[in-house]
């Protein structure tokens, strides 16, 4: 079965860029959006935006000043790029893929509705600070 | 945005029991809601997709049901491994309730 597993530096200084990848095994990227979530310490859950195989991506409004995501299908992997991290940033970062879904007009564009996140990474914690 | 209030916060329950934990939102999402259950140092783990239709390899004693803006999750007969976080999520514009905190009585 589809299995993921980040991969990263745990630990970030604050303006600086974090990086991390989700690797894909036992199946292809092909058909399917991949997601990156993540986990406040408080437990939190927060969506940080996606990526289809063909490189389109969309992002959480909150953060799209900061992010990146692409995709790398020869490698079966998918990174993260969150610029100028402050320690609020501070997480557990869950890469996923996003199965289920379809688009619909909302808002004078298409979005990527009616999905859910199955199956998860195993997270990897990201520690904000100097 | 879509504002979720899930409830409630915490919850206790003894092996056996049935308990019931909701999902509101702040506008309709027709059935765009999927619930997670989440164990100390794991990954959520999807239970039940589009409100009602349950994941594969998930336990029939956990059930969805709701459409619109209200939304139910229940765990009927609790075993020791159903204690754990669950977590709604709504699937329209993309965020996460609260979550349940479920603990042994």
């Known amino acids: ?130 | 945005d879509i504002q979720m209030t899930q409830s409630p916060s915490s919850l206790s329950a003894s092996l056996g029991d049935t308990v019931t934990i909701t999902c509101r939102t702040s506008q309709s999402i027709n059935s765009y809601l999927n619930w997670y259950q989440q164990h100390p140092g794991k990954a959520p783990r999807l239970l039940i997709y589009a409100a009602s239709s349950l994941q594969s390899g998930v336990p029939s004693r956990f059930s969805g049901s709701g459409s619109g803006t209200d939304f139910t999750l229940t765990i009927n007969n609790l075993q020791a491994e159903d204690f754990a976080t669950y977590y709604c999520q709504e699937s329209h514009s993309t965020s996460f309730g609260q979550g349940t905190r479920l603990d042994i009585k």
């Open chain 1, 1 to 130: 079965q589809v299995q993921l597993q980040e991969s990263g530096p745990g630990l970030v200084k604050p303006s600086e860029t974090l990086s991390l990848s989700c690797t894909v095994s036992g199946g292809s990227l092909s058909s399917y959006y991949w997601s990156w979530i993540r986990q406040f310490p408080g437990k939190g859950l927060e969506w940080i935006g996606n990526v289809y195989e063909t490189g389109s991506t969309m992002y959480n409004p909150s953060l799209k000043s900061r992010v990146t995501i692409s995709v790398d299908t020869s490698k079966k992997q998918f990174s993260l790029s969150l610029s100028s991290v402050t320690a609020a940033d501070t997480a557990v970062y869950f890469c996923a893929r996003e199965p289920g879904g379809d688009h619909e007009y909302i808002g004078g564009s298409y979005r990527y509705v009616g999905a859910w996140f199955d199956p998860w990474g195993q997270g990897t914690l990201v520690t904000v600070s100097s």
